[in-house]
């Protein structure tokens, strides 16, 4: 049974940082790319950022550009996004999905096997 699992989320104020982690389960972790999507009330689910299987190739969407920075540590199963200079734009709930032997076109939903619950980040201002 694969299980991706967020941590690390919480309230921060504008400018602050935070962590995420996804640790997965239940499958070769090394063989999956890992993307992070986000979703803001009363909107879609958005791509913030990914990191192919390899782990050589990197892609973020424009708004983080800069802020956010994308990581995996195949040997123990976990993907991290690290947070900087928080907006509270960026408040939404986060999600880390795994896309088997992801390495084009991360960006798209569509192409993620498995996804995790979510872990709630809020911005103050």
Not at 29 to 48: D, L
Request: proline share 2%; net charge neutral.
């Amino acid at each position: 049974q694969v299980q991706l699992n967020e941590s690390g989320g919480g309230l921060v104020q504008a400018g602050g940082s935070l962590r995420l982690s996804c640790t997965a389960s239940g499958l070769t972790f090394g063989s999956y790319a890992i993307g992070w999507f986000r979703q803001a009330p009363g909107k879609e689910r958005e791509f913030v950022a990914a990191i192919n299987w390899r782990g050589d190739t990197t892609d973020y969407t424009d708004s983080v550009k800069g802020r956010f920075t994308i990581s995996r540590d195949s040997a123990k199963n976990t993907a991290s996004l690290q947070m900087n200079s928080l907006k509270p734009e960026d408040t939404a709930v986060y999600y880390c999905a795994a896309d088997y032997t992801g390495d084009y076109y991360l960006h798209a939903q569509v192409r993620y096997d498995y996804w995790g619950q979510g872990t709630q980040v809020t911005v103050s201002s």
